[in-house]
């Protein structure tokens, strides 16, 4: 039978009155190794394969409606204001047949309804949990909870409500949430390699990240780019929250050390915990002291080249780009190669 595994995400001060862990279950296989296989085929086929349903509509509504004002001739009884380029894709939907008109309304009422369900879900639970039980009243009842609970759902629908009035267009909403994911990216995958990363750095990176990206929204972009926004936007969280990680208290040493021993993280950013341990007599480094840091690092970009070269691969080629065809084309074929070839390498610890 397939055995559980867990994935350890740490966060101190989780729990009331002190550290914890927040253990999240995110997949299910023999072992690490074919954990980490099902995780790269899942971004395989989520980001190089699974858009092109997306993208095919896309350029089938470019040969129907190739400009603004075509949909503004198909459809003179829509209001002028509403017409842009995201309204192709219902544009588009008008050539279904009955039968497939519905099935396709009702996957898009399903998404919806999932994501906003999610999303509301996940909020609400961060305030009840993060903030509430554990600031305002950690004696809640659970009748209180629900209660705070219910409050948060309706205030975050609310709010929720409020912004999309100020969204022009389904791209603007996307380039906001770009905006705010791109600032904390960084951060999200060095917290596992650099112990100086704490609970208060990673509220700074979310706070900063959010409000530049409101910033720029709101600001018209300040005369730049899009994405000149999102360099920038990047390069100051960056800078925010590495200041926050330099000048913040550093996360319990008691807690630096056990989050050691269950991860096993190695890599230099760690060597300050293992070395401070070994002097007071603690051994962190569990089996093989040798790290495939190196190795696994460069997998990881390995995998990048492999995804995004396999997608824009496909899209040169749809294009009739030879030249870019071949270029990506070999970056993916480059970077499967160096995974296939390093693979037996990767302890997976």
Known sequence: PLAVQWWATYYPGAEPGGGGYVVQRILSARDERHAAGATLLFNL?????????????????????????????????????????????????????????????????????????????????????????RFLKPDASDRQLVWVGKATTSALMVLACVVALFLESALQSFQL????????GLLYILRWFWWRINATTEIVAMAVSFLVAVAFQFGNGFGFSTATQLILGVAITTVAWLIAAVVSAPTDTAKLREFYRRVQPRGPGWKAVVNAARRDGQELESGDARSDFGPALVCTLAGLAGIWGLLFALGEGLYGHRTGMLAWGAAAVVGWSVIAVLWKRLSFR
Not at 100 to 121: E, K, R
Not at 177 to 184: D, E, M, P, S, W
């Open 45 to 133: 086929m989520h980001y190089a394969i699974r858009p092109w349903p997306w993208i095919v509509v896309a350029l089938a509504s470019m040969a129907v409606f190739p400009t603004v004002e075509s949909i503004k001739a198909k459809f003179p009884n829509v209001d002028a204001t509403i017409v842009g380029h995201d309204l192709a894709y219902p544009a588009m939907l008008t050539f279904l047949p009955a039968g497939l008109l519905g099935l396709v309304v009702a996957s898009l009422i399903a998404a919806y309804m999932s994501t906003m369900s999610t999303q509301l879900n996940w909020g609400s639970s961060i305030v009840v949990n993060d903030l509430y039980r």
């Open 177 to 184: 949430l770009l905006q705010i994911g791109a600032g904390t």
